[in-house]
């Protein structure tokens, strides 16, 4: 998630020149990138979660689920499926597991009034829920990525880059160069069975160190996984 900057610096002092763009997968938007990104000065394009699956056609059929409530960048709410608005009302700090990464933002948006008057609320909501709350995650830097990346020219820059890169790529102008600083495509089945394998060393050295393997990551680790080989989640966790 945060090798971004390492693999920029590699890829730079190859090629000897600071490439116009630098075009990555979900999985590195986060702080440590996106700072890397402006101080060098350099356009990132990384896509958030929705707009990843948005962009292989792998919304959530669910009409209530979080994919289909719509952002405002003016008013800072999202637009419900019943037309709603759902508004900012708290931020928290939570400390990232390694202290020497940056604290995660978490911003809530809600709507109590909206939702309690809501016809669709059970079909909305959990039944021990009262309202709908929405969780972002991401720094003002992060907001302002997701903003580009609604623009149809970055989307087409992005999806050029997305068509021949690895995990993420770095590119010069003409398409011919871009090829031949990538490192080359991986096929999908075996670049699925490292991350897996990645991931069960993970939840190895957590059983040792007798830290719980939380399902949440398992969900993680098998959404980004989707997004990233593009192949439709079809998972029962246990
Ligand atoms: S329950 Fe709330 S968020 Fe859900 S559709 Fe109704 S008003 Fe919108």
Do not use: W
């Not at 009262?130 to 830097?141: A, C, F, L, R, V």
Request: net charge positive.
């Amino acid at each position: 998630h945060y090798e971004l900057p390492n693999i920029a610096e590699r890829a730079i002092k190859n090629i000897n020149t600071k490439p116009k763009y630098i075009s990555a997968d979900t999985i590195y938007l986060n702080q440590i990138s996106l700072s890397y990104l402006a101080d060098k000065k350099i356009d990132g394009l990384i896509p958030n979660r929705k707009q990843s699956k948005e962009k292989i056609g792998k919304l959530s059929p669910n009409p209530y689920h979080k994919d289909h409530f719509e952002y405002d960048y003016e008013l800072d709410a999202f637009k419900c499926p019943k037309n709603q608005y759902m508004y900012f009302f708290a931020k928290y700090y939570e400390p990232h597991k390694d202290p020497e990464k940056p604290d995660k933002i978490k911003r809530l948006y809600n709507n109590y009034e909206a939702c309690k008057n809501c016809k669709a609320r059970n079909k909305c909501c959990s039944s021990s829920q009262t309202h709908k709350t929405i969780t972002e995650y991401g720094s003002e830097m992060q907001k302002a990525m997701n903003h580009k990346m609604e623009k149809q020219e970055y989307k087409d820059e992005y999806a050029k880059r997305s068509s021949v890169e690895g995990p993420f790529g770095i590119f010069k102008e003409q398409f011919q160069i871009e090829k031949e600083v990538v490192t080359g495509m991986i096929k999908t089945e075996e670049r699925i069975n490292l991350d897996a394998l990645a991931y069960n060393l993970i939840r190895l050295h957590n059983i040792k160190q007798e830290i719980e393997n939380k399902t949440e990551d398992l969900e993680d680790f098998c959404e980004s996984t989707s997004i990233k080989n593009q192949l439709k989640l079809d998972v029962t966790i246990f």
